[in-house]
């Protein structure tokens, strides 16, 4: 089946809407938003009326014929759904009849559950009243029974007073809310407890102060309880730490009271400028400050007491845990002492003078107190440092002072017309003394003031050091002592009796740190002295080596003599030995250090006189006895000096081997002992033919170069290793000579070097 659109073509049935689509007339009518006037207006306005209606007619029976079409189509799904509603008609109707049962039903149970229900409210309400009322009633009983037992608890004096606590603190707790304050039959009992507990708790203030004062445990513990009993023990305890801190700042306050203090002194304060008061007997005012610090102690000693016992019993109770009272007021007592102390030093330049310059006294105090404290406190850190570094400003300023006081003898010791005298000590080793007595309040303190000492130590010596000369007048030794000589001597014995004079006070100086940093500076002074004395004994060795370098400009290839002659250089040597120890060194026989610098002295002078009687060469028996001569005019010289050790050893060992056979001087049992191997090896190089050469000849050294070697290198394994090279340069030559034969002293030389080299 077809349709007609309305242009004539034709178009199946299903695209009914297409169809109506297609025309611009009919496709508005399909719209969403489609508007009826609107359209009726633009239809007007565009066509015809009669065309319009004969094109809305046309679209009419399209829609007609397509409703035709479905209705025959599907005949009989229409006429199935049609029975199906009629069904669904029937069984609406019965849901409709069972609802209207089940609603008839609701209403009958309604009605026998609400008026229950009503009933059950009001006896409940009721019954509530009930005890309520009967609640009230006990309360009152109550109240009346505790207040008879309460006024017979007052009466009882400090014994009963905790159960009174007990008491009223039921009694409060009873008449707590709104309906027992509408009751007037207690009216009066509740004005009775309200002043029960105003009592009770004013007997148990009294009972803990007097505890308090008195170290009573039993009066504080009755207190503690009583509180405990009030419900007020965590306030009160509080409230009696905060009175302890200001009974704390008003002790420690009014002992700095510039006003108090003046009036305690009998030393009326004139007013400045500026309004504040200045003390006029400055001596009364200090002692009175002392005195009243001397006490603050005692008071903030007995106040601590008084925490601590209170922390001790609040420590035992379980229903105040948590509570560290004795540790808060340890921090309060701190801080308010530095706060105190910082103001009256801030409010008064007198105070604050006095601290700063007697501060070891300000330390004591606080030493003092931290001493007590500790001794009293269990299971607490120590309270010193916290104390000490309260008084750290003044600890500054008097170091300060202290260095100032060190510093001023010194400098006045050095006027710029000289040296100063020994005498002239005196107040720079005073004002040294005194600082470090003074000090003795506190080993940190002593510490600190030992450092100041080192530094004055170490001005001193610069001050020395730079009166000292190092022109070369300063280290002649030919020419009579010069002025400078004399001017370093009297330098260095000035340094010495210092020196001297501060190593007395060493002992008494504790804790051992303090005592090493004096004695450390020290050290830059006796180093001091040292230098400028080597600087004489070094050109006194210079000189003697010189003279004993002419030995090998004398013969010792002569005869033997029945009195052996003394050596030329021996003979200046002595007088040499003799003039200078005269002029130039006896000057410091009183240094302390002298007698080693001397004996170093003497101890080179005899290694390098024997180094080069051994490096002399073709000394016949003759010469040996000159040089034994030589040697014991070098004792006699030396004999007044003590202590020498091996070098006085040598000299007596070497005199005894210049007469030894080679084979006799290889087994000396003073090999390696008093003699050392290189020595030895060099004496038999100088017995040795030329074939046998030298360490020095194979090096092309002169015997004063080959000394001067010897000189820069001590080490025995050295001077050793030398020889060692010589000897195989020997070796090397008999070799490349194809020579079968050594000198008798090469073996025996070798023989020497294997007990060095095992020793």
Sequence with gaps: MSSRNLNGSSKPNNDVTELLGDDELLKRFLEFDFDPTSQS??????????????RLAEGINIIDRELFSQIASHHGDLIHQVTGIETLESALEMMTSHSTSLQTSMERIKSRVVDPYKKMVSRTTQLARLQEVCNILRRIIRVFYLRGKLENQLGGGAREVAKAAQSVSELMELCEGTAMSRIEVIAKDRSFIRQSRVNVETQADE????????????????????????????NKVRTTLNRFITKLEEVVRSSMSLKELSQASNAPARGAPGGAAIPTNMAAFRAQLWGSLDRTV?????????????????????????????????????????????????????????FEGEYPKLLRVFLQLATRIDSVATGS??????????????????LSRSLSRLFDPVELLFPASGPPNRADLEPLLRAIASELAVAAVDPGLRRLVARNVAKSVGLFANKCESLLTTSPDASQVVDPATDAQQRNADIVLLMESFHLSVTKLLPSINPKDATEL??????????????????????VASSIADIVRTIHEESFTGPVLPNSPTSLYMKELRSFVSRTSRDYLSVYRDVGSFPAIYRGLVSRCIEFIVRHVALLSGVSE??????????????????????????????????????????ELANNPCLGESIPYSL??????????????????????????????????????????????????????IQATQRTEYHSLYPIMVHILQRASLA
């Design 298 to 354: 005692d008071a903030v000693h007995g106040l601590y007491l008084r925490v601590h016992h209170l922390d001790r019993l609040l420590g035992i109770r379980e229903d105040l845990p948590g509570v560290e009272l004795e540790d808060s007021f340890r921090a309060s007592l701190v801080a308010v002492l530095a706060e105190e102390v910082g103001n009256a030093a801030g409010n008064s330049t007198h105070i604050k003078q006095t």
């Design 518 to 539: 004096v004695s450390t500076s020290l050290n830059s002074v006796s180093s001091l002295i040292d230098s400028t004395i080597s600087v004489v004994v070094d050109a």
């Design 41 to 54: 207006n633009m239809l007007v306005q565009g066509y015809t009326v009669s065309e319009q209606l004969s």
């Design 207 to 234: 009972m803990l102060s007097s505890g308090l004062d008195s170290n009573n445990p039993t009066l504080i513990s009755s207190a503690l309880q009583v509180y405990s009993n009030l419900g007020i023990l965590k």
């Design 622 to 663: 003759g010469g040996k006895l000159r040089i034994a001569a030589d040697l014991d005019q070098l004792d006699k010289v030396f004999s007044q000096v003590g202590n020498l050790g091996n070098s006085y050893k040598l000299l007596r060992s070497f005199r005894n081997i210049i007469f030894q056979n080679s084979s």
């Design 381 to 398: 850190s120590s309270i010193q440092p916290p104390l000490v570094a309260a008084l750290f400003p003044f600890q500054t300023a008097y």
């Design 680 to 733: 030895a090896l060099t004496l038999l190089f100088s017995r040795a033919p030329i074939e046998l050469t030298s360490p020095h000849e194979l090096a092309g050294w002169s015997v004063l170069e080959y000394s001067d070697w010897l000189d820069g290198h001590c080490n025995e394994l050295e001077r050793l290793s030398l020889v060692k090279g010589t000897l195989e340069a020997y070796d090397h030559s």
